[in-house]
């Protein structure tokens, strides 16, 4: 699996900035309804759902939020680069600005865990976060997404 597979042209997104998690989780609500089909609303309300169990915020300036919701049958990503960094609870205590939300369906097991380890080894990628953040262009982002080489099985 490769980001590409998840992640659509249309579900990248720059923003100036945010005011809270809560906003975030609307933008990519909206951002799933544009791109996906989704309702903003249960987007979000997911989101924060699974936020309330624990940050999602993993360090470096990353954050990778998730849910599931009962109406995709297929892992969904949406990507969001916040100009000014938000508060985030993040484990290194850094505020983030680099986002990749996944979204997968109530019954997605090992297809939801392929595509957050693909989407954690890519955001773990110093040199990848360098060239997300010199870009604020949304095409530019999805291509250094979806072109990064994937990883040769060992």
Do not use: W
């Not at 997911?46 to 919701?69: D, I, Y």
């Not at 508060?87 to 595509?115: M, N, S, T, Y």
């Amino acid at each position: 699996m490769n980001v590409a597979k998840i992640l659509r042209p249309e579900a990248v997104r720059h923003i100036a900035s945010l005011s809270s998690k809560k906003r975030l989780f609307h933008e990519i609500g909206d951002l799933a309804s544009i791109a996906y089909g989704l309702d903003p609303a249960d987007v979000a309300s997911a989101l924060q759902e699974r936020e309330a169990l624990g940050p999602t915020g993993v360090g470096q300036g990353v954050a990778l939020p998730h849910a599931r919701l009962a109406e995709l049958t297929t892992v969904r990503g949406l990507f969001v680069m916040i100009e000014r960094p938000l508060e985030f609870e993040a484990v290194d205590k850094q505020p983030v600005d680099l986002v990749f939300a996944l979204l997968a369906p109530e019954d997605a097991g090992v297809e939801h865990l392929k595509a957050l380890a693909v989407v954690s080894r890519s955001m773990r990628d110093a040199d990848l976060c360098t060239k997300l953040r010199a870009n604020t262009d949304p095409a530019t982002l999805h291509t250094l997404l979806a072109e990064r080489p994937r990883e040769k099985a060992a």
